[in-house]
């Protein structure tokens, strides 16, 4: 069972955690911190950004109705004040970096959530000011550095969208549960109570994708999460219902961009 912390136990305590800390002269804030599989984070939201990277690991975000898979050397902007939560499919090693609302809303930095890839510079960076034995000046310096770098991190197409609509959200959460599902539409339609024509509009006018789309872009990121627990694709290929290896790792590089062999 996931192991749930909260940001906040007691609703009569003032929010904790470097996310909330609004200390003035903090522009960024830095943390590491090793993560068990199966550890979950209860929804929260915080007046500061937060870039969460991820390293020998894969972390799921989930932010409203949409979910994010962040897999090693990758990372993930949250804007201030978005609720989200986060769990972990594998043991994990998290950088934190959070931004104070002054600097979060410079133009060059991501203003919704994103999935970036990092950089050993960023890395270094989170090591050095979370090391200790620093001046509040060079502490400074280094927030610069990670704010300009940040700003310069490429993203990744690693996005889930999500739905408002119940009927969607109710098609939707079968397929997060059960990402191996192989009904079609109308099937799925029926079992939420609405038509096949109006199911396949709710895709289309509420994520920008086909309903096939979006189902072949659930599996590709499960794919993601089992192929770091050490899963072959030939057994993933299987599981998801491609008709061979070869198959499953063309749609794999056609989605992501790069084959499993690369994320594994």
């Not at 800390?21 to 950004?49: C, N, Q, W």
């Not at 790792?249 to 690369?262: E, M, Q, T, V």
Request: hydrophobic share 40%; net charge positive.
């Amino acid at each position: 069972m996931p192991k749930h912390i909260e940001y906040q136990p007691n609703p009569d305590e003032a929010p904790s955690g470097e996310g909330f800390d609004l200390t003035p002269g903090r522009p960024v804030i830095a943390k590491i911190a090793r993560l068990d599989s199966g550890f979950a984070v209860e929804p929260h939201a915080h007046p500061r950004a937060q870039l969460a990277m991820c390293y020998d690991g894969v972390m799921r975000m989930q932010a409203g109705k949409d979910v994010w898979i962040v897999p090693h050397k990758h990372a993930i902007w949250i804007p201030g004040g978005v609720e989200h939560q986060l769990t972990t499919q594998t043991p994990l090693l998290g950088h934190h970096l959070y931004v104070a609302p002054k600097f979060a809303t410079r133009p060059n930095l991501p203003q919704n959530c994103t999935v970036v890839r990092t950089t050993p510079l960023l890395r270094g960076v989170v090591t050095r000011m979370t090391e200790g034995g620093l001046t509040t000046a060079e502490t400074r310096r280094l927030a610069w550095v990670a704010l300009d770098e940040i700003g310069r991190l490429k993203p990744a197409a690693m996005h889930l969208p999500g739905g408002r609509d119940p009927r969607l959200a109710a098609a939707m959460g079968i397929f997060l549960r059960h990402p191996q599902e192989r009904r079609g539409l109308a099937e799925i339609a029926h079992e939420v109570g609405t038509s096949e024509r109006t199911l396949a509009r709710l895709f289309v006018t509420e994520t920008g994708k086909s309903f096939r789309d979006w189902r072949a872009r659930r599996r590709i990121l499960f794919a993601l999460e089992r192929l770091e627990q050490g899963e072959s694709s030939t057994d993933l290929a299987a599981h998801l219902g491609y008709s061979s290896p070869s198959a499953f790792i063309a749609a794999f590089k056609r989605d992501l961009g790069a084959p499993p062999s690369a994320f594994r």
